[in-house]
């Protein structure tokens, strides 16, 4: 179900030269595809929050992926820009259902450094999808129209979601009445917890970063490093280094705690891009190889912080899981939106944006965690 995300993302990357050119749009334009994805995600998992405590999680899965081929739908049928732009936001915000679902599941199940420990492994599962979901992509490209891909999305949903309701049962135990009252209630219980906040805060500032290198890794990759269709390759490899250290987090944040985990690597995030910065502004320019290797390093530390964070978030709301995944979800990924957005405005080709984007991110989350561990420990 998470992986909806991902691949309604990556699959697509390798056909923004053709959508540029059907669409008659620039580079900096293509943001969109992402962007009004993400707009209408935040929007959907607010909804599905308290839907899914009241209706059920699977019932909410059923909802969400009915509203996401709707989008599929208008994205097929569009002839303008517009057009495929609504389809992606009304794409968005059908993902927001499975999205919060599967965060509530595991709430409803797990918690601590367990639901940290599953978090990542779902994570290193997760991150499977980017890493193929390009080179699928390509290989639709060479046999088929581009909008090939929107009809794959389609399927894929279908049968992921037949899938869970066949081997999931329902883990909601207590269903609780929507209204405005409890709509409210809740939203302000996660808003006073002063930790959750900043983990949300720092979940935002990351995937801002992240953002900004997907929104423009294909015309930086094409273009600028002349990559041509081995892009997908290069893709897959980078994405890979986040799946596996995903997986050896859900290893080890048993031994050594979420918290402490992701402080640490948040640091080491911090350092590398730093260095990194100072040797783009007074040395030289990165070439292919040294930018990948930037951009494998960070997603590699990148996987011993997200699910942690994530974790760490939503941990005291087990009562609300629902509710607080939503409301986590939607603040981190608005965050994201402003972050990636602004970033990409300033898009010149190079990659020098996505390396000060990527420091200016990971200086604000160390300093935020560490002043969170410093005032957690007084």
């Known amino acids: 179900m998470i992986s909806f995300v991902a691949l309604t993302i990556d699959t697509l990357l390798p056909a923004y030269t053709i959508i540029k050119r059907e669409f008659l749009i620039v580079d900096t334009q293509l943001h969109w595809i992402i962007t009004a994805l993400f707009l209408g995600?935040?929007?959907?998992?607010?909804?599905?929050?308290?839907?899914?405590?009241?209706?059920?999680?699977?019932n909410s899965v059923l909802l969400g992926v009915g509203i996401y081929w709707i989008g599929c739908l208008v994205c097929l049928v569009s002839n303008t820009y517009l057009?495929?732009?609504?389809?992606?936001?009304?794409?968005?915000?059908?993902?927001?259902?499975p999205r919060v679902v599967s965060q509530a599941i595991c709430r409803d199940?797990?918690?601590?450094?367990?639901?940290?420990?599953?978090?990542?492994?779902?994570m290193s599962i997760f991150i499977l999808v980017p890493v193929?979901?390009?080179?699928?992509?390509?290989?639709?490209?060479?046999?088929?129209?581009?909008?090939?891909?929107?009809?794959?999305?389609?399927?894929?949903?279908?049968?992921?979601?037949?899938?869970?309701?066949?081997?999931?049962?329902?883990?909601?135990?207590?269903?609780?009445?929507?209204?405005?009252?409890?709509?409210?209630k809740n939203f302000k219980e996660v808003l006073k917890n002063l930790n959750s906040m900043i983990y949300i805060v720092c979940l935002g500032l990351?995937?801002?970063?992240?953002?900004?290198?997907i929104n423009i890794c294909q015309p930086l990759y094409l273009n600028y490093f002349?990559?041509?269709?081995?892009?997908?390759?290069?893709?897959?490899?980078?994405?890979?280094?986040?799946?596996l250290s995903s997986y050896l987090n859900s290893k080890y944040v048993w031994q050594f705690g979420a918290g402490k985990i992701a402080l640490s690597f948040s640091l080491m995030l911090m350092i590398w891009t730093l260095i990194t910065l100072a040797f783009q502004i007074n040395y030289f320019s990165l070439n292919l190889v040294w930018f990948s290797i930037f951009i494998m390093?960070?997603?590699?530390f990148f996987g011993f912080i997200f699910g942690n964070l994530n974790a760490l978030a939503i941990n005291?709301?087990?009562?609300?899981?629902?509710?607080?995944?939503?409301?986590?979800?939607?603040?981190?990924?608005?965050?994201?939106?402003?972050?990636?957005?602004?970033?990409?405005?300033?898009?010149?080709?190079?990659?020098?944006?996505?390396?000060?984007?990527?420091?200016?991110?990971?200086?604000?989350?160390?300093?935020?965690?560490?002043?969170?561990?410093?005032?957690?420990?007084?």
Not at 226 to 239: E, Q, R, V
């Open 41 to 58: 995600f935040s929007l959907g998992q607010i909804l599905f929050g308290p839907v899914s405590d009241r209706i059920g999680r699977k």
């Open 83 to 97: 057009i495929f732009v609504l389809g992606r936001f009304i794409q968005g915000f059908g993902i927001g259902g």
């Open 109 to 122: 199940l797990f918690n601590g450094n367990k639901l940290a420990s599953i978090n990542s492994f779902i």
């Open 132 to 184: 193929v979901a390009p080179l699928i992509g390509q290989g639709f490209l060479f046999l088929f129209y581009w909008k090939y891909i929107i009809a794959f999305f389609i399927l894929f949903s279908l049968v992921t979601t037949s899938v869970l309701m066949v081997n999931i049962e329902e883990t909601l135990k207590e269903p609780q009445k929507i209204n405005f009252v409890n709509i409210l």
């Open 206 to 213: 990351l995937l801002g970063g992240l953002l900004t290198f």
């Open 226 to 243: 002349d990559m041509g269709s081995k892009f997908p390759l290069f893709f897959a490899l980078i994405a890979s280094m986040l799946g």
């Open 297 to 300: 390093i960070s997603f590699s």
């Open 316 to 378: 005291p709301f087990g009562h609300i899981a629902g509710y607080a995944s939503s409301i986590i979800g939607s603040l981190s990924t608005l965050i994201a939106i402003v972050v990636s957005g602004t970033s990409t405005t300033f898009f010149d080709g190079s990659p020098d944006i996505v390396i000060f984007t990527l420091s200016t991110c990971s200086i604000l989350t160390f300093i935020l965690l560490f002043f969170q561990r410093y005032f957690a420990a007084k």
